[in-house]
């Protein structure tokens, strides 16, 4: 069973190509995410003012140590990367080996991390090397009050597999990127687990660059936290590769989690889907989600689609969802987005309800419903164990409270 999608978003942009032209005589949409400046320099980026098209969601004063250019302190987090046998861990200075590749930064505290960072830390499964089991990478945030800056380089070989977890628990303000370089024919599961504290601020970007044939699925799963800002964004290096981004979340009375993705079809016959699935309930619950989806002129043959869906449960929760489409070329194999919020339909409770099944029991079985479709897709046992746990957490504590969509 699946929750309603009664309330359909006025914020989408789907755009052909054709109101200006760049320095290379390439027609681009107005405003499109191409145009949009990347930079290792931070003096490139300045101080957001909250007037900008991509921070105009976000409470920018919780983020005002992200900002600044100064290195984080030793003591905020601490890191373990789990030893798994056919997996090399190293580092790397900047523009050392793959570091660079893939990630150039978006935004300030993306570029702040870059250059804040003197050694990523560097995760190489080597060609051909499949991993039985996932791969964890555990941050634990110290002290809520301390900044903390991390880059990490995951590369994948040719025709590797694995799984790789990043588990943030504790509380701290971190500050992180990560890029991800697929090789051909590889596949890999990238999870990025927010189980914060109360007090963690995080901001990040995380990008992919897929091979020829490859496949890379992003996970992003956003529970804890008073602020959670996680940018997750895909390129292609070959055709025939594939990426499936999916995102879950859950924001309570006084969080923010912000989720924006972008997807840069560059490569022809190369497949894309982005589905992100959240819940709100409390007064002062916040979440945002944009997806970017930009198929270049040259990206014949594409198969593209992103969903964004959002069940409110209380009143005074917000869910903001824009999904952001421009094709550059009518030769392709599919091209859409759907953003939906709503509440629960009394034709769903009155269903089960005539069924003898308690009001209370009734809600648990919606929201259940509305999130079991994109956790299935996860494929990690263990995660969605987590997810489906965390869920039942936030209902209890719901009814426990008598709060009531």
Known sequence: MSA?????????R????????????VTKPEGSRADRATSFEVEHFAVPTGREEEWRFTPLKPLAPMFADAAGVDDAVEVDVETVAGVEIGSLAPGEGARGTVLVPADRPAAIASARTERATHIRIPTGVELGQPLHVRVRGLDAAKVAHAHTVLEVGPGAKAIVIFDHTGAAHYNANVEIAVGEAAEVTVVSLQRWDEGAVHTGEQKAVVAKDAKVKHVVVSLGGSLVRLNANVGYAGEGAEANLLGVYFADSGQHLEHRSFVDHSTPNCVSRVTYKGALQGESARTVWVGDVLIGAEA????????NRNLVLTEGARADSIPNLEIETGQIEGAGHASATGRFADDHLFYLQSRGIDEATARRLVVRGFFAEVVAEIGVAEVEEVVMAAIEAELEAAAQSGAQV
């Open 4 to 12: 309603p999608n009664n309330m359909s978003t006025d914020h989408s």
């Open 14 to 25: 789907a755009v052909l190509a054709g109101a200006h032209t760049d320095g290379r005589g």
């Open 300 to 307: 014949h043959g594409t198969d593209s689609y992103e969903s």
